[in-house]
Nanobody, 128 residues
Framework: GRELVESGGGSVQAGGSLRLSCLTSGYSFLTYCMGWFRQAPGKEREGVALLDSDGTTTIADSVKGRFTISRDNAKNTLSLQMNSLKPEDTAMYYC??????????????????????WGKGTLVTISS
C-alpha cells in the first residue's frame, strides 16, 4: 500500500535550520501533487509548500524565501528545507499527496488543495 513517513523534526533555536524528509512508498512524483502542511497548537492546518507533478512549486507567503520544497525521484523522498526558523514556525508538519494536480479550490489561497493521503507528521519546535 501507499505510505508517507515524515522525519527530521526537532527543537532548534530561532534562526536555525531543519530539513524535513518524507519517505514515500507507492507514489510517483511524476503524477502526484505533493505537499507540506503544518498545524500549530490551537490553529487550523495550513499549507506550507506544494510541488506539482510538472515541477511547479507554490510556497506560502509566511515562509517564502526561507523554506524550499524539493524531491528526489530516485530516493522517493520529498524534502522541506527550512532556514531562518522563527518561533511561529512551531507546528506539526505533515507530508501529503494527491493524484490530481495541485489545483487550489480557493482563489484567495493557492495552497488550499485537497490532499488524499497524509503522513503522521513530525514535530518542529522553535525556541526564541
Amino acid at each position: 500500500g501507499r505510505e508517507l513517513v515524515e522525519s527530521g523534526g526537532g527543537s532548534v533555536q530561532a534562526g536555525g535550520s531543519l530539513r524535513l524528509s518524507c519517505l514515500t512508498s507507492g507514489y510517483s512524483f511524476l503524477t502526484y501533487c505533493m505537499g507540506w502542511f503544518r498545524q500549530a497548537p490551537g490553529k487550523e492546518r495550513e499549507g506550507v509548500a506544494l510541488l506539482d507533478s510538472d515541477g511547479t512549486t507554490t510556497i506560502a507567503d509566511s515562509v517564502k524565501g526561507r523554506f524550499t520544497i524539493s524531491r528526489d525521484n530516485a530516493k522517493n523522498t520529498l524534502s522541506l528545507q527550512m532556514n531562518s526558523l522563527k518561533p511561529e514556525d512551531t507546528a506539526m508538519y505533515y507530508c501529503a499527496a494527491d493524484p490530481a494536480n495541485c489545483e487550489s479550490d480557493d482563489d484567495a489561497d493557492p495552497l488550499s488543495v485537497f490532499m488524499d493521503d497524509w503522513g503522521k507528521g513530525t514535530l518542529v519546535t522553535i525556541s526564541s
